[in-house]
């Protein structure tokens, strides 16, 4: 789901948009990292917050809200950047069909307002085409039958599975009560996509996109304030940079939650001088502080490193992956049934069993670039983008979904299990 950020560029969305993990630090057990099989991508890239990439053409598409009319939705398309989609030809067609199946119908970018069987895109690049002669230089994808402007009808839309025998077939419809529908935005880069998103059905109880404030865009509460840290570009949108004696205060609402996965996007400048697992010496780009009850990764100058401590007295477990600096990395890392998790950009590096539940207990702060004043030695230097935080255990495919795009699309696509 990322976040359809500045998403992602989220959802802000990525953001997306939204992501979760984050890693921590204590004494545990060490997994063997093996290279991952090879396996074929999908055609998409999404983001959390349903914004998806065709990887064809580079362009990003996401729905409009339900139930507008063509206006409508081509006004809220420009209010996020783009227009309603131009279709290019027959891949591109193929591509919307798959990729956006269950919409039944949609609106489309094609039109002939200005002049009647005169259809053009909205973009006045997709070529023409009159219905008179029933030819022109776009591509068409008409329902047999159609267009018929049956009682001026003079905006098109796509219908799924097929519209008079044409599969994904193309009809024309009035910009009326009767025929409001979703539309299909096409856009360069995804936007932020805040406004009536249902957090809660992605169990998404604090999102932090970093896009020059630090407002948790769930509503419930959990905004920070930025203490010295500097804002900057981000994965998507912006971010912050944290100096090693700058941070971010989190005003945390979501404490005593028996599941929770943590999400985050981080890219170091300097990691630490000491290698795991010599003390508790491993730099935190993000830190729930409890009374010996911490929640953080730590990243360490040969590893990293998750730690969310239990009831039972189970402290942090660590990968033997190294962390390069100077390269975005995604984090995600949680506990829930019985295990203590996570995953690097999309893989998961940590499967622990656990017995005892999360300990909440003798909470002091939450804090985005900080460890402590005792040990300023172990404050992120580097940057933090996109900080999630969900109410459940995500899936092996959510957590790939929250990591595409890591390291300037090294691992762009994700794919199913």
Do not use: C
């Not at 909440?360 to 900080?370: E, H, K, L, P």
């Amino acid at each position: 789901m990322r976040i359809g950020k500045s998403t992602a560029a989220r959802l802000r969305t990525g953001r997306a948009l939204t992501d979760f993990l984050l890693l921590f630090a204590m004494v545990g057990v060490t997994l063997q990292i093996f290279p991952s099989q090879a396996i074929e991508p999908s055609r998409e890239k999404s983001t959390v917050f349903d914004w998806r990439e065709n990887t064809q053409n580079g362009h990003w598409y996401r729905l409009t809200e339900p139930d507008l009319s063509w206006l409508e939705a081509e006004s809220q398309a420009q209010s996020k950047g783009g227009h309603l989609v131009t279709i290019n030809d027959a891949t591109e067609q193929e591509w919307i069909y798959n990729h956006f199946a269950d919409s039944k119908r949609i609106w489309i970018g094609f039109t002939d307002m200005g002049q009647e069987g005169h259809w053009t895109w909205l973009t006045n690049d997709g070529g023409i085409w009159d219905a008179t002669a029933m030819s022109g230089t776009s591509y068409t994808n008409w329902g047999v039958g159609e267009p018929n402007n049956n009682a001026d009808e003079d905006y098109a839309l796509m219908v799924w599975p097929d519209w008079n025998g044409v599969i994904g077939g193309w009809t024309d419809g009035k910009d009326s009560v009767g025929n409001r529908s979703y539309g299909l935005i096409e856009a360069s880069q995804p936007t932020p996509w805040y406004d009536n998103y249902d957090f809660a059905s992605k169990g998404v109880v604090a999102y932090w996109p970093l896009d020059g404030t630090a407002e948790d865009v769930t509503g419930n509460g959990n905004d920070g304030i930025v203490v010295g840290a500097t804002p900057t570009n981000g994965m998507f949108g912006g971010s912050y940079h944290f100096d090693g004696t700058s941070y971010i205060d989190l005003n945390e609402n979501y404490s005593g939650l028996n599941e929770i996965t943590y999400s985050l996007w981080f890219k170091a400048d300097v990691l630490s001088a000491y290698p795991e697992p010599e003390g508790h010496h491993g730099r935190v780009p993000f830190r729930h502080r409890g009374d010996f009850a911490d929640h953080n990764p730590s990243v360490w100058s040969n590893r990293m490193s998750v730690s969310i401590h239990d009831l039972d007295g189970n402290p942090y477990a660590d990968t033997t992956l190294p962390i390069s600096t100077q390269a975005w990395h995604h984090l995600a890392y949680g506990y829930g049934d019985g295990t203590l998790f996570a995953y690097l950009d999309g893989e998961k590096v940590i499967d622990e069993p656990r017995t005892g539940s999360i300990d909440w207990s003798n909470y002091m702060w939450t804090r985005i670039g900080y460890h402590s004043s005792n040990y300023e030695f172990l404050n992120w230097i580097g940057e933090v983008d996109e900080v999630v935080v969900f109410n459940r255990v995500i899936s092996p495919y959510e957590a790939r979904l929250l990591a595409s795009d890591a390291n300037d699309n090294d691992i762009a696509d994700f794919w199913e299990d």
